[in-house]
């Protein structure tokens, strides 16, 4: 351990041992938590806490103290909602102690002064934190501090039903080779699309379905982009990047899928109801989605075969300029500013005991999610457990994530907004982006570096 380190270290001891003293006295403490994104399959994003606070307590026994810790749970499982609640919360000062929210909140809801560093109140060189996977800490960091603790990780692959590949020609070496062949280069978006008209052809699945991307929203996209060479920040200045070609590439493959015919121009806004009746019924030819979706299939939707209906792969490439992507979208525990001090100490050892391997592990394989540390990938139910071991090894290691930066939102929003005009047939390609990038340049001006 360096020496800033060890005084980092003394310094939280001292402030544990100080909240100690206060519990003594304090014996009753309600510590509320919100979770976005959240529903059956996700609860031990809060069961976590409540299962923490349990041992908190049980050690204050332990130590001759009286300490009894109320855990508030409440969960939102549409984001818009969710992040709606939490501003209007933070306005009027009642935000909850915990928020469990996307790491891309953390440069918006740092700078509103909604968020406390989390790094003050715990030490990331002792157990269980000092085995999480450093890539998940960076990514729940912004402008030098870590302000947040990575709930879980996962990845976004794409997905192919074997017996439409079989359908149409396809053996089942071949489907085995799929994924290498993806990673390699050799299958390519355009390569999807051509399976797709053809299971269309065959009749094997309706027209429109042969290629069933995600309905609405969201971080999917931009693998797409970077599966045409985009990237989202630059690597010299760190500044954010809008690549022109990567993103007209990208607006014309949509485009060109809806003129194959094998996703309708009308298909954004599809209900999600609708969407996983049709992948998990073996209605969809190919499509792409979040590892946490088998699980959904699972209990939800009666899927029984996951190994033996679906092959997964990494998002292709969708020209040479590009590469086979995937991108994870950590959740993250954040302290907010409600409270104490010695309040966010308290929320802060909970989340710490919460991120203890096994206790995480049971969220990652509940939810399909993948580990958060190198503890928890050898704990039992997840060493054991064949999807979240596969995802792991498979997808995890080309993970890439969005930026924090809170300027993103801007280029995000404006990206979907051109996505949707050139889809839709709304604007030509070229029109829809230049549309974006007078959008960006008009609300960010030189804070994005545009290629």
Same mark, same amino acid.
């Given at each position: 351990?360096?020496v800033?380190s060890?005084?980092?270290?003394?310094?939280?001891?001292?402030?544990?041992?100080a909240?100690?003293?206060?519990?003594?006295?304090?014996?009753?403490v309600?510590?509320?938590?919100?979770?976005?994104?959240t529903?059956?399959?996700?609860?031990?994003?809060?069961?976590?806490?409540?299962?923490?606070?349990?041992i908190? /307590?049980?050690e204050?026994?332990i130590r001759?103290?009286?300490?009894?810790?109320t855990v508030?749970?409440?969960?939102w499982?549409?984001?818009?909602?969710?992040?709606q609640?939490v501003?209007?919360?933070?306005?009027?000062?009642t935000?909850?102690n915990?928020?469990?929210?996307?790491h891309e909140?953390i440069g918006?809801?740092?700078?509103s002064?909604?968020l406390r560093?989390?790094?003050?109140?715990?030490d990331?060189?002792?157990?269980?934190?000092?085995? #999480?996977?450093?890539?998940?800490?960076?990514?729940?960091? !912004?402008d030098?501090?870590?302000?947040?603790?990575?709930?879980d990780a996962?990845?976004?692959?794409?997905f192919f039903s074997?017996s439409?590949?079989?359908?149409?020609?396809?053996?089942d070496?071949?489907?085995?080779?799929?994924?290498g062949k993806?990673?390699?280069?050799?299958?390519t #978006?355009?390569?999807m699309? +051509?399976?797709?008209?053809?299971?269309?052809d065959?009749?094997?699945v309706e027209?429109?379905k042969?290629?069933?991307?995600?309905?609405?929203?969201?971080?999917d996209?931009?693998q !797409?982009?970077?599966?045409?060479g985009g990237e989202?920040?630059d690597?010299?200045?760190g500044k954010?990047?809008?690549d022109?070609?990567?993103l007209?590439?990208m607006?014309?493959?949509f485009?060109?899928?809806?003129e194959k015919?094998?996703?309708?121009?009308t298909?954004?806004?599809?209900?999600?109801?609708s969407?996983?009746d049709?992948?998990?019924?073996?209605k969809a030819?190919?499509?792409?989605?979040?590892?946490w979706?088998?699980?959904e299939w /699972?209990?939800k939707?009666?899927?029984?075969?996951f190994?033996?209906?679906?092959?997964?792969s #990494?998002i292709?490439?969708?020209?040479e300029?590009g590469?086979?992507?995937t991108?994870t %979208?950590?959740l993250?525990y #954040?302290l907010?500013?409600?409270g104490t001090?010695d309040?966010a100490?308290?929320?802060? /050892?909970l989340?710490?005991?919460?991120?203890?391997?096994?206790?995480?592990?049971l %969220?990652?394989?509940?939810s399909?999610?993948?580990?958060?540390?190198?503890a928890?990938?050898?704990?039992?139910?997840?060493?054991?457990?064949?999807?979240?071991?596969v995802?792991?090894?498979?997808?995890?290691p080309? &993970?890439?994530?969005?930026?924090?930066?809170?300027d993103?939102?801007?280029?995000?929003? &404006?990206?979907?907004?051109?996505? /949707?005009?050139?889809w839709?047939?709304?604007?030509?390609?070229a +029109?829809a982006?230049s549309?974006?990038e007078?959008?960006?340049k008009?609300?960010l001006?030189?804070?994005?570096?545009?290629?």
């Amino acid at each position: 351990m360096t020496v800033a380190s060890f005084m980092k270290s003394a310094t939280l001891a001292a402030a544990l041992l100080a909240s100690t003293a206060v519990l003594a006295s304090a014996k009753d403490v309600t510590i509320k938590v919100w979770a976005g994104g959240t529903g059956p399959t996700n609860d031990y994003r809060i069961e976590a806490i409540k299962m923490a606070a349990d041992i908190l /307590e049980r050690e204050a026994v332990i130590r001759g103290e009286e300490l009894n810790v109320t855990v508030e749970g409440q969960t939102w499982t549409t984001w818009d909602d969710f992040k709606q609640a939490v501003t209007l919360a933070a306005e009027s000062n009642t935000a909850p102690n915990i928020i469990v929210s996307g790491h891309e909140d953390i440069g918006t809801w740092s700078q509103s002064g909604l968020l406390r560093p989390v790094e003050d109140y715990v030490d990331f060189d002792a157990w269980p934190l000092n085995q #999480l996977y450093p890539n998940l800490i960076d990514v729940a960091s !912004f402008d030098g501090r870590v302000w947040g603790i990575p709930q879980d990780a996962e990845s976004r692959p794409f997905f192919f039903s074997r017996s439409h590949m079989k359908a149409i020609g396809y053996t089942d070496a071949d489907i085995e080779a799929l994924p290498g062949k993806v990673e390699s280069g050799e299958y390519t #978006l355009y390569s999807m699309l +051509d399976d797709a008209k053809k299971m269309q052809d065959a009749g094997v699945v309706e027209p429109g379905k042969g290629f069933m991307p995600r309905p609405s929203n969201g971080t999917d996209y931009w693998q !797409f982009y970077q599966s045409f060479g985009g990237e989202m920040t630059d690597r010299e200045s760190g500044k954010l990047v809008l690549d022109r070609q990567a993103l007209t590439d990208m607006y014309q493959f949509f485009v060109d899928a809806v003129e194959k015919g094998v996703v309708p121009a009308t298909y954004l806004g599809t209900t999600w109801d609708s969407w996983h009746d049709a992948v998990a019924h073996d209605k969809a030819g190919i499509w792409h989605g979040g590892t946490w979706h088998k699980a959904e299939w /699972e209990t939800k939707w009666g899927l029984t075969d996951f190994f033996g209906q679906m092959q997964y792969s #990494l998002i292709p490439a969708g020209n040479e300029k590009g590469r086979a992507n995937t991108i994870t %979208h950590p959740l993250v525990y #954040l302290l907010s500013t409600t409270g104490t001090d010695d309040d966010a100490t308290i929320a802060a /050892e909970l989340i710490t005991i919460a991120s203890e391997p096994r206790i995480n592990a049971l %969220h990652a394989v509940k939810s399909g999610h993948l580990a958060i540390g190198t503890a928890e990938a050898e704990i039992p139910l997840y060493a054991n457990d064949r999807w979240t071991t596969v995802a792991t090894e498979a997808l995890l290691p080309h &993970a890439t994530s969005l930026p924090n930066d809170p300027d993103f939102g801007v280029v995000w929003k &404006a990206m979907y907004k051109g996505l /949707e005009a050139s889809w839709t047939k709304t604007s030509p390609v070229a +029109d829809a982006v230049s549309g974006v990038e007078s959008e960006i340049k008009a609300t960010l001006g030189d804070k994005v570096v545009i290629r």
